[in-house]
C-alpha cells in the first residue's frame, strides 16, 4: 500500500482555513463483478479486519453447524457484529456460546471497554471491568467455537490458521471475493483471529455478492441468511448511535453496512437500480470523522438513500466541528470529482 493509490478527499477546516486533509480509495462494483465506479487504485491490497465478519460466519451456515446448534436470527447477526458491548450484546453472546457449554473463558478474542460509550460508563459506574464479552468480536468468536466443534476441531486452538474452522473461513472467503485462496494475505487480528489482505476491489465484490443474495436469496441461500439476519437485527451488528446500525435503520432490509479498523468500510445496497457492493479504505486509518464523512457522501452523490435519511443521518454525525463550548469552529468536508458517480466506469 502506497500513498499514491489514495485520493486526497477530506479537509479538515478551521478559521477558514485547512487545518487536516484525509486521503481516501473506494470501489463501488455491480454483482456481476464490473466495477462501476471508484475513487484512487481500487486494486490497492488492504486488510479488511472487521468487513471480512459476515464471510467469517459464512461457514457456520454451509456446514450445517446452525441448523445442529439451532442458531437463532439474532445470534447469527452477532456472529457478524462489531457490537458495543450493552447489556443486549452480552446476552445474545451468552446464548451463542451455551448451544455446546462453552463459556465466557472459552473465547481468546481478550477484553476491552464497550465500544459504546453508554456501555463503558455504566461499567465504570458499577466499578467492574470488562469480560471477552464486550469485545466487539466476542459473537464472532462465539460462531467460530460453535464452527470448531462442528467440524471436529480442538477448541484451544480455534484461531490457528490450520484449524478446520479457520481453513473453512479462508475457503468462503476465496468464493466470494473471487481470490484464489492462496492468494490472500493473512495477519492477526485485534482480536487475535486471522484477518485478511485483498484488493479493495476484491471486498466489494464479496459484497456485491452479499447484496445480491440479499435481493435474491435463491442465488445463494446460506449468504442471504446472512445478510437478513443483519438486516432484521441492525442494533445488534453494532449499537446505539453507531453508524452501521443506523444505516441499516435508514434503509430496512436494503443495506448491510459493515465497519473494519484503520479506516475500512463496506456496504451491501439493494437501493439502487441493481445491488451492488462498495468498500473504502481511508489512508491513515481514520475510523471516525473522515470515514464517516465519506460513507454519507458516496450514498448521497450516488442516490442510494433518500435525502430524508440522509438529513437524519447528519444529524447523528453533523459535518461541523464543535469546540467543548459547544460552539461551531471548524468544518469537515468531501470533495468528491464533479463527474463522480456519474454514468459508468
Known amino acids: ?49 472487521s468487513a471480512a465478519k459476515p464471510f467469517q460466519a459464512l461457514p457456520l451456515v454451509e456446514s450445517g453447524a446452525a441448523d445442529r446448534y439451532s442458531l437463532a436470527t439474532e445470534e447469527l447477526a452477532l456472529v457478524c457484529a462489531s457490537h458495543g458491548g450493552e447489556a443486549r450484546h452480552l446476552e445474545v453472546a451468552r446464548r451463542i456460546l451455551s448451544h455446546q457449554g462453552f463459556g465466557p473463558d472459552d473465547l481468546q478474542c481478550g477484553t476491552h471497554a464497550p465500544m459504546t460509550a453508554a456501555a463503558a460508563r455504566e461499567l465504570i459506574v ?3 471491568e470488562p469480560t471477552t464479552l464486550h469485545n466487539n468480536c466476542s459473537g464472532k468468536h462465539g460462531g467460530m467455537l460453535l464452527l ?7 477448541p484451544l486452538t480455534y484461531l490457528e490458521p490450520g484449524s478446520p474452522a479457520q481453513r473453512a473461513i479462508l475457503a468462503a472467503l476465496a468464493r466470494v471475493s473471487g481470490v484464489e485462496s492462496g ?17 479493495l476491489t476484491a471486498l466489494a465484490r464479496a459484497y456485491a455478492r452479499l447484496a445480491t443474495a440479499l435481493a435474491d436469496p ?26 452501521d446500525t443506523l444505516l441499516m435503520e435508514a434503509a430496512p432490509g436494503k443495506i448491510i453496512a459493515k465497519l473494519g479498523a484503520e479506516g475500512v468500510y463496506a456496504m451491501a445496497v439493494t437501493t439502487g437500480r441493481e445491488p451492488v457492493g462498495i468498500a473504502l479504505k481511508i489512508a491513515d486509518g481514520d475510523s471516525d470523522r ?32 464543535y469546540n467543548r463550548r459547544k460552539r461551531v469552529v471548524g468544518q469537515i468536508k468531501v470533495n468528491l470529482p464533479d463527474n463522480w458517480g456519474i454514468g459508468r466506469k
Open 183 to 199: 492468494k490472500i494475505g493473512q495477519a492477526v487480528d485485534g482480536c487475535s483471529a486471522p484477518t485478511y489482505r485483498l484488493p
Open 290 to 321: 473522515a470515514r464517516t464523512a465519506v460513507v454519507l457522501a458516496l450514498l448521497r452523490r450516488l442516490g442510494l438513500l433518500p435525502e430524508s435519511a440522509l438529513e437524519d443521518l447528519d444529524q447523528h454525525f453533523p459535518r461541523e466541528i
Open 1 to 49: 500500500m502506497t500513498p499514491q493509490a489514495f485520493q486526497p478527499l477530506v479537509t479538515i477546516s478551521r478559521g477558514g482555513e485547512i487545518e487536516s486533509y484525509h486521503s481516501v480509495a473506494a470501489v463501488m462494483v455491480a454483482g456481476d463483478g464490473r466495477v462501476l465506479h471508484s475513487l484512487g487504485d481500487d486494486s490497492v491490497q488492504v486488510y479488511c479486519r
Open 218 to 243: 435463491e442465488i445463494d441461500p446460506a449468504l442471504a441468511r446472512i445478510g437478513q439476519a443483519m438486516t432484521r437485527h441492525p442494533f445488534l451488528v453494532a449499537g446505539e448511535g453507531r453508524l
Open 126 to 128: 458499577r466499578r467492574e
Open 148 to 154: 470448531t466443534h462442528h467440524l471436529g476441531g480442538d
